[in-house]
């Protein structure tokens, strides 16, 4: 029933016939065909729900009723562009000015992570100097270990060359007197050749 009356709805604004039914059954519940509807509907003047008839289909084809509806249509376009355009450079604006805010807080966080790591930098540095500075002063403590270890050895080696020398070889038996001697002799030639 109801498409039978928009096929004859068309009919009579159209010269030419309603030739997609399907398409029409399958928008005619879609919010925005109704919102279209309701747009058109309300734009009319006088439309009082009834389809019209021929006379009001040539009355509205006038021109200045054409041109009365076209006018309203292009007002409210220019209207609605103007809006728009001015909301949209107003939100360019604000783009901008907040992107160039977020440029500022990068460029203070990355010179403020620069100051800090620049810092623990110097942290760094200062550390490796002073343990530098502790490995110095434990090779040069290691150092004077190993002199007094040797002086000691040098003084203990002194101290038994000095017994072997005051051995008596009167009071030896033959063989420990010859091993005694060769040690003697050894330690002569030693000091000699220190000399």
């Not at 005619?28 to 065909?33: F, L």
């Not at 084809?61 to 006018?71: L, M, T």
């Not at 376009?77 to 805010?101: G, L, P, T």
Request: net charge neutral; glycine share 4%; hydrophobic share 35%.
């Amino acid at each position: 029933m109801q498409m039978t009356e928009a096929i004859k709805r068309y009919n009579s604004l159209e010269k030419r016939p309603f030739a997609i039914p399907h398409c029409w059954a399958a928008l005619k519940d879609e919010p925005k065909w109704w919102d279209l509807q309701e747009n058109r509907t309300a734009g009319a003047q006088g439309y009082d729900g009834t389809l019209p008839d021929a006379d009001d289909v040539s009355k509205s084809n006038d021109a200045s009723s054409r041109a009365q509806k076209r006018s309203m249509g292009c007002e409210a376009a220019k209207e609605s562009q103007k809006r728009a355009s001015s909301s949209s450079a107003c939100q360019s604006e604000e783009y901008v000015s907040k992107m160039s805010e977020i440029c500022l807080q990068q460029t203070i966080f990355w010179s403020e992570a620069n100051g800090e790591m620049n810092q623990r930098l110097d942290m760094l540095v200062q550390l490796d100097r002073e343990k530098t500075d502790i490995q110095r002063k434990k090779v040069a403590s290691l150092e004077k270990q190993v002199a007094m270890q040797e002086k000691k050895l040098l003084l203990e080696e002194g101290k038994e060359e000095e017994r072997i020398l005051a051995i008596n070889l009167d009071t030896l038996n033959p063989l420990q007197r010859a091993v005694i001697e060769r040690k003697q002799k050894a330690i002569y030639a030693r000091w000699c050749t220190n000399e």
